[in-house]
Every structure is written in structure tokens, then in C-alpha cells.
């Protein structure tokens, strides 16, 4: 049973930190490509950041310099580092796993077949 399982979220203040993470399991870990996904309220989801079948990370314009996606493939686990974060980096994160995305395809949430439950990021100002 593949399972996606995010971990790390919570509230912070404008200018503040966090650490996400997701554990995958259920299936093969290196032959998908993953990412982080958010959902914030009366929007539709987007992508923030994803690491595509080259292994070469894309991010979302507004969060370029400010988050970092990681992966550790002998843990299956993916990471979001965030940082100097904005009230409107709030929202639903979501960790997710495609067959194959690239440099072109990697933000549409279409594109991922696995999809964790979220986690909850609030920044306050």
C-alpha cells in the first residue's frame, strides 16, 4: 500500500523556519519523482518544488532563494527546508509522487499519482 506521510508543519511567524518532511513507503522510492505541493484557502494547489527524473530541483518563482527541496533515497524520505517565510507561504503542504515529471511538467499537480494528507503551514505577520 503505497503511503505518503508528511511531517513538520505548524504556525510561525513572518521571517521564520521550517522543516517538512514525508516518508514514503509501498513503493519504489527511486523510480518516482517527488514533490511539495500547497493548497491555501479558496485557491487552487500549486507546486512549490519538486526534484524531476534528472534529479534537478525546479521551484516556484515565489519561493526561489528561500526553500530548499532534499531527498534522502536511503530513507525514502523527502524534505522542504523553508525559510524567511511569508504569511502568503501559508497553507495545506503536500507531498507527492509522479512517474516521471521534468523541467516543464513538474508543477502540475495532474502530473503526481501519489498524494500524502498534507501538512498545515500558518505564517502569521
Known amino acids: 500500500q503505497v503511503q505518503l506521510e508528511e511531517f513538520g508543519g505548524g504556525s510561525v511567524q513572518a521571517g521564520g523556519s521550517l522543516r517538512l518532511s514525508c516518508v514514503a513507503s509501498?513503493?519504489?522510492?527511486?523510480?518516482?519523482?517527488m514533490g511539495w505541493l500547497r493548497q491555501a484557502p479558496g485557491k487552487e494547489r500549486e507546486g512549490v518544488a519538486a526534484?524531476?527524473?534528472?534529479?534537478?530541483?525546479s521551484y516556484a518563482d515565489s519561493v526561489k532563494g528561500r526553500f530548499t527541496i532534499s531527498e534522502d533515497n536511503a530513507k525514502n524520505t523527502l524534505y522542504l527546508e523553508m525559510t524567511d517565510l511569508k504569511p502568503e507561504d501559508t497553507g495545506m503542504y503536500y507531498c507527492?509522487?509522479?512517474?516521471?515529471?521534468?523541467?516543464?511538467?513538474?508543477?502540475?499537480?495532474?502530473?503526481?499519482?501519489?498524494w500524502g494528507q498534507g501538512t498545515q503551514v500558518t505564517v502569521s505577520s
Open positions: 509501498g513503493f519504489t522510492y527511486g523510480r518516482y519523482c
Open positions: 526534484i524531476d527524473d534528472e534529479g534537478t530541483a
Open positions: 507527492a509522487a509522479a512517474f516521471w515529471i521534468n523541467s516543464a511538467t513538474w508543477s502540475e499537480p495532474n502530473n503526481f499519482r501519489y
